[in-house]
C-alpha cells in the first residue's frame, strides 16, 4: 500500500474511495512514569515516550491501511498524523488520509 503525504501521485490518475483513518490510545505504566516525572528535573530525552508514541503512530497507520485494504485501495493520498493529551501519560495518535483506487 503506497502512503503519500500529497494529494496525487505522478503518473497515476486517482479515484477517491473516500477517508480512511486509523487511531489508538497509547500509556506507559506508572513505575516508567514516576521515572519520567524524575528526568524532567535534570532534562533529557524521555525515551519510554518516544518509544510510546512511536508503537502508537505504527498501530494508527496500521489501522488506517487496513480500512483503505477493505475498501480495494491502492494507495493512501493526503495522509497526516494527529496526537493529543487525552489524561497524563495517556495520548491518543490517529493517522488519516484519502483512500484511493488506480484508474
Known sequence: MLLSTTDTIPGK??????????????????VRDIGASLKTLVGGELTKYVEMMNKARELATSRMI?????LGADAIVGVRYTSSSIMQSAAESMAYGTAVKYK
Not at 473516500?18 to 490510545?25: E, F, K, R
Open 66 to 70: 487496513k480500512e483503505a485494504q477493505d
Open 13 to 30: 490518475e486517482l479515484e477517491v474511495l473516500g477517508l480512511v483513518q486509523g487511531n489508538t490510545i497509547q500509556t506507559v505504566n506508572a
